[in-house]
């Protein structure tokens, strides 16, 4: 049982209502401040004060649903006949169709659709949404800011991350492209590490479009641009193997370990042949082997890079990267583990006469390397923190190259629609795109692909898309603006002209840099080496160092600085002194005229006062 109990009051107990009114301020107490109570305080500085006086705002994200596409095929049959026609008689089809084509209720369907589709097409004949009406006119593509955009992401899918460590694009148009993964670090893989690299669909990075299976994880994968069915692989283990994608997952052949190489294969690239068959392969065990998948049972020849020509395997530099041009079928190119180049010839008699060149100008292993597609001569090469362009015709240096990053360069390669343009990756995670036409200190464009380091990168035969692979698997697909994949007006004339300027340059540092030697070589002789006529020719006294000669001309202009300079002091001084002297004279004649009047006015004083008495 509840009990209630109310307690009321009327309103008159309430008092009298309150009424508030403006009225001027009253000081009631004013305390003075205290000097002292300040030492109690230390002042902070700088003094962080949290406040609410801000507008509140919240950020909210919302992503998507991931949806799975599959492609299947539908068999169309034929249908809907009565069971009394047969489709595949004539007469009776004929028969069938002139008795239905009488029915009124045919007639009047068809009359139907027909105003439908009718209304239809004139829309679609009104106005066209894909015609092109200005054809004929060229876009100025000059002052457009050249830009990237991000296309699609592929990510591995295994849950164990491992580097995307090569990228080679479908032959036959931008559909596909297929990635080796493989964990580089020594002895870095675990045992549930997954071996498969795959081949993706470029408009699905949900799912891969087919996986291949090695037997040790690929290092470098590439297609056959002869037949788009078959790809060619590198493993980690040091053997080649090939798939063909009609006939499943599983390599169709691999070379045996015994024959193969002895390092992990990092470069693998088809030769021009009439059978599309043939390929050659690098590896850090120093060794190229060429190879013709019919029968990978042993290399059909072999070569050891050594530079000193010797062909000596203890003295064999490990090679880390390969170029091959198909309009030069017998010339092809290695990167080494040591910074070095070498420029080999597959058609010379002897193994020493293979190796025609050495190039040495990287402080580490060269990663990447391409001859221009448009000036074969010239070549491009990445490492250590710069990227350089060569020239066949120049043996000693290269002839241009890149200001030194902070960050390490990881791949890089040439643009095959402008001959001015070339991309680097380094491990920062940025692609640098660089345009030597319109500036040639800093890249045209810096893009952050993502926090971690890049490690592959190709672009398309078209040059609009590239992709370019990171250290944990993630494969990123990026569009390039019209800028950077059109060609530019009088561009190759104008790529020409700085090539072979560059040239010039090296070739005159070149044999200034000679004539230093021999004269090094002439002084530390004693002189008594004979030098050749056209050299002794237009030459100063023999035995001259220029270094030291430009070092007695620097101390020499010193001296000169340092005499002018004491003259102009002494001249100073001098001028000063003058100064002092000739204003001592003025205040002595200025004391002397003031002593001159001071007694004028004594004696005229002491007249006057003669008169006065």
């Known amino acids: 049982m509840e009990i209630v109990y109310v307690y009321t009051k009327k309103r008159n107990e309430f008092g009298r209502q309150c009424n508030f009114s403006d009225r001027p301020a009253e000081l009631h107490v004013d305390i003075l401040p ?46 809907g006949w009565p069971k009394d026609v047969n489709p595949q008689e004539v007469e009776q089809v004929i028969r069938f169709r002139k008795k239905v084509e009488k029915d009124e209720v045919y007639i009047n369907t068809i009359q139907q659709l027909g105003g439908v589709m009718e209304h239809c097409i004139r829309q679609n004949n009104a106005i066209d949404i894909y015609e ?80 291949l299976k090695p037997v040790s994880p690929l290092v470098c994968v590439e297609y056959n641009p002869k037949d788009s069915h078959v790809l060619l692989g590198g493993c980690y283990n040091g053997q080649l193997a090939y798939w063909d994608t009609r006939k499943g997952s599983q390599p169709v052949e691999m070379s045996p370990i015994e024959h193969s190489h002895r390092d992990p294969l990092y470069k693998a690239i088809w030769i021009q042949s009439k059978t599309g068959t043939e390929c050659f392969s690098a590896s850090t065990d120093g060794q190229v082997l060429w190879w013709d998948i019919r029968k990978l049972g042993e290399p059909t020849e072999k070569l050891i890079l050594d530079p000193t020509k010797k062909q000596d395997p203890t ?16 010339k092809f190119m290695v990167g080494t583990e040591q910074g070095t180049i070498l420029s080999c010839n597959r058609k010379a008699k002897t193994p020493a006469e293979k190796i025609v060149n050495v190039w040495g100008g990287h402080h580490g292993p060269v990663y990447a390397l391409q001859r221009n597609p448009f000036f074969p001569k010239n070549f491009l090469s990445v490492g250590d923190w710069t990227a350089r362009i060569w020239s066949e015709d120049i043996r000693d240096s290269s002839i241009m190259w890149t200001k030194y990053h902070m960050s390490y360069l990881s791949d890089g390669c040439w643009s095959p629609i402008r001959p001015a343009v070339f991309f680097t990756t380094k491990m920062d995670g940025t692609l640098d795109i660089w345009d030597f036409l319109f500036k040639q200190n800093d890249p045209t464009l810096s893009i952050q692909v993502c926090d971690e380091p890049l490690y592959s990168l190709r672009v398309q035969e078209q040059g609009r898309l590239i992709a370019t692979g990171s250290h944990t ?20 004339n104008l790529i020409t002209a700085c090539f072979e300027r560059e040239c010039r340059r090296e070739k005159i540092l070149e044999g200034r840099h000679r004539e230093m030697k021999l004269k090094e070589r002439e002084k530390s002789a004693g002189g008594t080496a004979k030098r050749p006529e056209h050299e002794e020719e237009g030459q100063e006294e023999e035995g001259e160092n220029l270094v030291d000669k430009a070092e007695l001309d620097f101390f020499h202009m010193i001296d000169q600085e340092k005499k002018t300079r004491e003259k102009k002091e002494a001249a100073r001084m001098e001028a000063e002194k003058k100064d002092e002297e000739s204003n001592k004279n003025i205040i002595i004649e200025e004391e002397k005229e003031d002593e001159e009047q001071d007694s004028g006015t004594e004696k005229a004083d002491a007249e006057s006062q003669e008169k006065e008495q």
């Not at 507008?55 to 169309?76: A, K, L, P």
């Not at 498969?196 to 799912?207: F, H, Q, R």
């Not at 003295?315 to 017998?330: D, F, H, N, V």
């Not at 698997?473 to 009088?490: A, I, P, V």
Request: proline share 6%; net charge negative; hydrophobic share 30%.
């Open 34 to 79: 205290d000097a002292t109570l300040s030492e109690n305080f230390v002042e902070r500085n700088p003094c962080d004060t949290g406040i609410q006086c801000v507008q509140e705002m919240s950020e909210h994200e919302v992503n998507t649903e991931r949806f799975e596409t599959d492609t299947r095929g539908i068999n169309h049959t034929e249908g």
């Open 315 to 330: 003295k064999a530099q490990g090679s880390m990267s390969l170029e091959y041009e198909p309009t030069i079928p017998t």
């Open 473 to 492: 698997g993630t494969t990123t697909l990026l569009e390039m603006s019209d800028s950077l994949c059109t060609l530019q007006r009088n561009e190759k």
């Open 132 to 211: 092109e009406y200005f054809d004929d006119i060229e876009s100025d593509l000059s002052e457009e800011q050249p830009s990237a955009k991000t296309i699609n992401v592929f990510r591995d899918p295994n849950e164990i991350k491992r580097t995307a460590t090569h990228i080679s694009w479908f032959p036959d148009g931008p559909r596909k492209l297929a990635i080796a993964y493989a964990t580089m670090e020594f002895q870095g893989a675990s045992a549930d590490t997954s071996m498969d690299s795959y081949i993706w669909d470029v408009e699905n990075p949900n799912k891969p479009e087919m996986t």
